[in-house]
């Protein structure tokens, strides 16, 4: 007679992986952020996302200045400053958002800024980095504990969050219209131009309870249709999220009853 195994391959695999994810339930949650600066629009850029032309007779424009915002792998677009221009408008610094109507004949300083005194393209502040986007991001981890007896984890938790890389940087810029007065709605925000940016990677500074704050270096798009930009990646920091299992564990092995 023919015994059964008891225990199927599949079933056991499975049961591994279960054991293996729940021991890996904790996280260290990174605040990642995406900066930029020398943001950059050259006077022969085809522009012409404020130029007043909506058709609804309620909606009101103020060309050709225009806040602009960004969706990318950071975060999406809000009406704040994730890309100032030069221009105060609205309290924010807009750029000349309609390139038809107020072309660049030259010594044009009321709609363009750079090079001082031509004025014929348009350019950020020196200084002015701005952040268009931020997410928190979790990273799954094993229990802190502690090996030499101390009292102080010393592995595990966020030390082993060792580096974290963005591979696909992506800026997409629109001309926010962003107000909607119920039953009317004004318009929608323009698109502008697409910025792509090479793989951003850092090294972490991680103790088990928390990483401190680290950063990339700048980096110049490498393809859009016309404007420019540098971005770089900031991880604010890193904090150690505990969970059920990781709790369970300090009652039953003295070994994760520590400090972190």
């Known amino acids: 007679m023919k015994v059964m195994n008891r225990?199927?391959?599949t079933l056991v695999m499975l049961a591994m992986f279960l054991v293996h994810a729940e021991v890996r339930a904790a996280t260290c949650r990174l605040s990642v952020a995406g900066v930029n600066r020398e943001r950059f629009v050259p006077g022969w850029a085809a522009l012409d996302q404020e130029c007043g032309w909506e058709p609804e007779p309620w909606c009101w424009h103020s060309p050709p200045f225009g806040n602009w915002g960004s969706d990318s792998n950071y975060g999406r677009r809000v009406d704040g400053d994730q890309l100032g221009g030069w221009r105060p408008e609205g309290g924010h610094l807009q750029w000349?958002?309609?390139l038809?109507?107020?072309?660049?004949?030259?010594?044009?300083?009321?709609?363009?800024?750079?090079?001082?005194?031509?004025?014929i393209h348009q350019k950020s502040f020196d200084g002015d980095n701005n952040a268009h986007g931020s997410k928190y991001v979790g990273m799954y981890v094993s229990c802190p504990e502690d090996t030499n007896g101390d009292g102080y984890c010393d592995r595990g938790g966020c030390k082993e969050a060792w580096a974290y890389?963005?591979?696909?940087?992506?800026?997409a810029l629109y001309e926010l219209d962003p107000w909607y007065s119920p039953p009317f709605y004004c318009g929608r925000d323009d698109y502008v131009d697409t910025l792509y940016f090479?793989?951003?990677y850092v090294s972490l500074a991680c103790e088990p309870g928390y990483c401190w704050a680290a950063g990339t270096g700048w980096a110049a798009r490498t393809s859009s249709a016309f404007t420019y930009a540098e971005m770089a990646m900031v991880v604010n920091f890193g904090v150690?999220?505990?969970?059920?299992y990781c709790q369970s564990q300090r009652f039953l092995n003295p070994r994760y009853n520590c400090l972190w």
């Open 7 to 9: 225990f199927h391959p």
């Open 96 to 98: 000349n958002s309609c």
């Open 100 to 119: 038809y109507f107020y072309p660049c004949p030259g010594q044009n300083c009321g709609h363009y800024n750079f090079p001082l005194p031509d004025c």
């Open 165 to 171: 890389a963005e591979w696909n940087n992506v800026i």
């Open 198 to 200: 090479p793989p951003t």
């Open 240 to 244: 150690y999220i505990d969970d059920d």
